[in-house]
């Protein structure tokens, strides 16, 4: 069957490309049902495009593919912007809850100024938005001038009273969530507001800029996704800073639950994040010429300050493509990870920022040194991900 599907939307590909020839013998009198017919076929093929969509995060093609959403697979496949591919699978979501809006948009009534208001209205307010409100609004849908005046007033009417004035001092509450997580809700004076914004405006602008540039880590993240990641990376660099603004390696503390299980043996609960294993105890030594420790060997994983000094005046900044956040808020990453029997050296060590050095271990990626300490940065298929646009300013002084 998935052979003969494709086989089908080749022919109907090929014989749209065959219409050019076709047009050279329309009339000036038939050229107005040439294009609503054409506009037609355009809307049919933005259904389909949806229900591959659906039919595509079904199937879980996207995460075997080594994708995060079925919208950055549908933007890979498709080479369309990635804001694109993730308005199509919501849509794809919104009109599986309009039926004749679905069978409309399916045979070509309508287009993506007329689905992009529906689905509007339909998030604005789910539970108002009932089959009968879909079928009143396809129909109007022919007349766009009564349409959009319809929609309009279905979505004043149904947009929420305004919030009631804020309390007189900031307020954030925070409660567990179900995966561990928490769920905060934040309500900030105006005041309190400014500062909030003027010190995450700089991270979110760096991350921003970081994503449009190719950092593939952050392609999936929406703006609220890169504006809890920066406020996360505030409170990393508060922890960061010890005594007198000094480096501290074993900054990070992590509760590891112990249990006794059924044979009376001590074992943990849950599990040591990946990325935590980059730093521990110290035992083997190798002296520099000044005395300073280089190299702790197999015995530890924490980094010395003349070990972590080298390694910032190397590298400079992290060192994953399109990254220039300053060693302050970097950690330093085993290249050969600790536990497969990577030492503690100079030689495999390299600055990754809070937000990549987590990415490279929970998504498999690798980062070697070369005989230079050049850092390459290998995907999971074991390609090496190289950017067409030149380094970063940062990049290029650690080079």
Known sequence: MAEEAVQAFNHALAVLRELDSALQHVGPADIGEVVRTIQACCNTIEEVRRRVAVVATDAGVWAAEGYRTAAAWIARCSNIPKYTARQVCQQAEDLAAMPEARTAALEGRLDQTRIRRLTACRRTAPSDYTPDVDASFVELAPDLASFMRATWRWLEAARPAPEAAPAASSRMSVVPAPDGGRLA????QADDAAIVDAALGQHIGRLLKARRDGDLSLQELDLDAIRAQALVDLCDGDLRRGSGNRRAPDRHRIALTMQVDDHGNIVPVGHMPAASTCDAELFRLVIGAKGEVLDIGRTSRTWTQPQAAAIIRRDR???????????????IHHCQPWENGGPTAITNGALLCRWHHTFVHQHGWRVELDAHQQAHIYKPDGTEHVLDQPATRCATKAA
């Open 185 to 188: 809700e934040l309500r900030l």
């Open 317 to 331: 900044c992290c060192r994953f493509p399109r990254c220039d956040a300053p060693p302050a808020q970097c950690d």
